[in-house]
């Protein structure tokens, strides 16, 4: 495993190092104290697995600076490690397409199961998300409105995958896979990609 890890608190990043290489022992951490640095490492390291950003680092501009990383570097899951936990917030980074976000006061234990998750390929919804009661879930006949294409775009979705990783892998345009969205938010009556995602794991539609 190769993780980038972007803070500017140097014991933060060294007690977080510890754990990655918990994880994995031959974990390769590559670590930076700002988002140019982070966006750097990157760009040298398009082949690493992770992405780890403090939202309070230098450079950080909130969720419009993720939001570059992420058109940047598509192919790198990112993981938002804070010490706020601003509910509003969380949903919004849900919203773009990071693949977790961890606040800094998680358990060794949380961090390793959302940091398994990720590399397994999923997407790590912190609890302040999956506590509360979210869309109502509909019934077979609604979920019978879904077409096949539909559910493997909602199960992508589900599972962490941007728009643009759904495209390759289903082999569709940026347009279809949108219409596509908004025919699963349409029938499954919810309002965003998070709504949706969190649907799809009260459904077992995703692990």
């Known amino acids: 495993m190769k993780a980038i890890l972007a803070d500017d608190h140097a014991l933060f990043r060294d007690g977080f190092a510890l754990l990655l290489k918990q994880l994995e022992a031959d974990a390769e951490v590559l670590e930076a104290s700002s988002l140019e640095e982070a966006i750097l490492q990157a760009q040298q390291h398009p082949e690493a697995d992770l992405l780890l950003l403090d939202l309070s680092m230098p450079g950080m501009d909130g969720v419009d600076s993720v939001q570059q990383v992420l058109e940047r570097h598509p192919d790198i899951p990112v993981v938002i490690l804070s010490a706020s936990e601003s509910r509003p917030q969380v949903e919004a980074l849900m919203e773009i397409g990071v693949a977790g976000f961890i606040p800094k006061s998680s358990s060794s234990q949380v961090m390793f199961s959302a940091l398994r998750l990720v590399l397994s390929g999923g997407v790590y919804i912190p609890p302040q998300l999956l506590g509360s009661a979210g869309p109502p879930i509909p019934d077979d006949s609604v979920l019978a409105r879904l077409t ?26 940026e347009g279809t896979v949108k219409v ?13 990609r998070t709504e949706a995602a969190l649907l799809a794991r009260r459904l077992h539609l995703v692990m």
């Open 180 to 192: 596509h969205l908004n025919a699963v938010y349409r029938v499954l009556g919810v309002a965003n």
């Open 148 to 173: 096949d294409r539909q559910r493997e775009v909602l199960r992508l979705l589900a599972g962490g995958r941007t728009n643009k990783q759904i495209c390759r892998e289903l082999d569709l345009s």
